[in-house]
């Protein structure tokens, strides 16, 4: 139903202002989708809290143990531009750790999907994470500012960078296999990357922030240091590439 609600909205034609601090567009379709998804998931579970993008915070979350973590379109600039690159991203978060998540492409018919503990799946089909087995050659999705030299004491490594204007849909093309790693450098809202995160892990990846700590969900201010997702050899040729000599814990 929010693919439906969401692809009722021409693009282009939605009206569209921008947030306050440069926090970027959002439409009519972000809001629609968000009361929609805000109505059916808390009247489901009254005792989560709540996290999303176009909603208000309030200090009420941090004392819940369960939250439900969301963004209800990931990706609004290609949602203007009437690109089908653009997600619904639903995950929840229980003591920090998200168990369950799911990311929808409603313009190409993809569900990614993923329960701790469960796997990840694309349509239903099982998902494994690239097996390329070093940095050299691989292929990341990361914004070009990623490429500055500032990030790489050792150097630019040799990858082939890739970029989708949707942070949801990056992860969910890393626990494909698709792409073998993703990387942002940037403070990186929790309701982007929340479900993206789980559904990479659970296709037997890794996923840490840009200094390889685990990730924890549901902070006060609900911002990531950054985000690496990939496999594991990968991953840890990028710790390495960054600066931070000791892998990540499995």
Sequence with gaps: MAGRIATSFVGSAARRWDKPGDA??????????????????RSARPDYGWLSEETEDSSDRLSRD?????????????????????????A???????????I??????????AARGQ?????GAPLTVSRKEDLTGSDVLAAKPMLSA??????????????????????????????????TFRATWEWDVAAGSLIVEEAQGICTDRTGAQLLFNNATPQLNGMIAA????????????????PPSA
Excluded: C
């Excluded at 929840?92 to 799911?102: N, S």
């Excluded at 496999?231 to 000791?246: E, K, Q």
């Design 24 to 41: 970027g567009p959002v439409t009519e379709a972000d809001l629609a989708v968000n009361a929609y998804l805000e109505t059916v998931l």
């Design 66 to 90: 369960t939250v439900f973590i969301i963004d209800p379109i990931d990706g609004t600039r290609s949602f203007v531009e009437g690109s089908r690159t653009w997600a619904h991203s639903v």
């Design 92 to 102: 929840v978060a229980h003591k920090g750790q998200v168990t369950a998540g799911a």
């Design 104 to 113: 929808y492409l409603p313009l190409r018919g993809m569900l990614y999907a």
């Design 119 to 123: 796997g990840a799946t694309l349509n």
């Design 150 to 183: 500032q990030h790489w004491p050792l150097g630019l490594p040799d990858f082939n960078r890739a970029h989708r204007p949707s942070l949801a849909y990056r992860l969910g093309l890393v626990g494909e296999g698709r792409f073998d790693a993703m990387l």
């Design 231 to 246: 496999g594991r050899n990968v991953h840890s040729d990028l710790m390495v590439a960054l600066g931070h000599s000791l």
